[in-house]
C-alpha cells in the first residue's frame, strides 16, 4: 500500500528506515497551506531535501534531537 502511494505521488516526502516506511502525506498538507496556516514538519535530513526539492522557498533547520514532550500542536 506504501510503495502504491508513493508511485501515485501522494506524499509530499518518505524516507525508509530499518526496513520502515515513513511519510508525509501531501493532501493533508495542501490542506493546511490552502487554508492559510503554516505547517511544521519534524522528519529527517531525507524528507527534508526532498521537500526543498519541491518547495524551493521551504524554510528549514536541524536540530540534534528534538524532545517531543516538549512540542505543542495546534490544528
Do not use: M
Amino acid at each position: 500500500q506504501f510503495e502504491e502511494n508513493i508511485k501515485e505521488g501522494n506524499f509530499l516526502e518518505y524516507a525508509s528506515y530499518n526496513g520502515n516506511y515513513y511519510g508525509t502525506p501531501k493532501n493533508k498538507i495542501e490542506e493546511y497551506l490552502n487554508k492559510g496556516i503554516d505547517v511544521i514538519l519534524i522528519i529527517e535530513i531525507q524528507g527534508a531535501l526532498q521537500i526543498k526539492e519541491l518547495i524551493k522557498d521551504a524554510l528549514w533547520t536541524c536540530q540534534q534531537k528534538v524532545d517531543s514532550k516538549k512540542i505543542l500542536f495546534k490544528p
